[in-house]
Nanobody
Framework: QVHLVESGGDAVQDGGSLRLSCTAS????????WGWFRQSPGMEREGVAH???????AYAESVKGRFTISKDSAKNTMWLQMDRLKPEDSAIYYC???????????????????WGQGTQVTVSP
């Protein structure tokens, strides 16, 4: 059984930085796709970034150039470096992993099999 645990959420000011971590226990194939999602109150969960076993990464337009996703398959750990944070980035951030490599729908929450409990990010003006 796979469990994901996020950490690193905090309250920062506009323009600040945070680094989120996600560590998995249990077996996840090295080629599997991982992703970061976020959800604000009353909003649907949205994909922020994803990365696969070949370290191919993609980002939502709203975070492109400010966020960087990375992963160490040997450590079963993924990170999200968030720079130049904005108040609209405030949300609960979730990490997710699939059972294998996703060839499509990587920004769709329904495509992922394992989820963390979420970590709160708050950016004040």
């Amino acid at each position: 059984q796979v469990h994901l645990v996020e950490s690193g959420g905090d309250a920062v000011q506009d323009g600040g930085s945070l680094r989120l971590s996600c560590t998995a226990s249990g077996f996840i194939p090295g080629h599997a796709s991982w992703g970061w999602f976020r959800q604000s109150p009353g909003m649907e969960r949205e994909g922020v970034a994803h990365i696969d076993g070949h370290n191919f990464a993609a980002y939502a337009e709203s975070v492109k150039g400010r966020f960087t996703i990375s992963k160490d398959s040997a450590k079963n750990t993924m990170w999200l470096q968030m720079d130049r944070l904005k108040p609209e980035d405030s949300a609960i951030y979730y990490c997710a992993a699939a059972s294998g490599l996703l060839a499509w729908g990587q920004f769709s929450a329904a495509r992922y099999d394992f989820w963390g409990q979420g970590t709160q990010v708050t950016v004040s003006p």
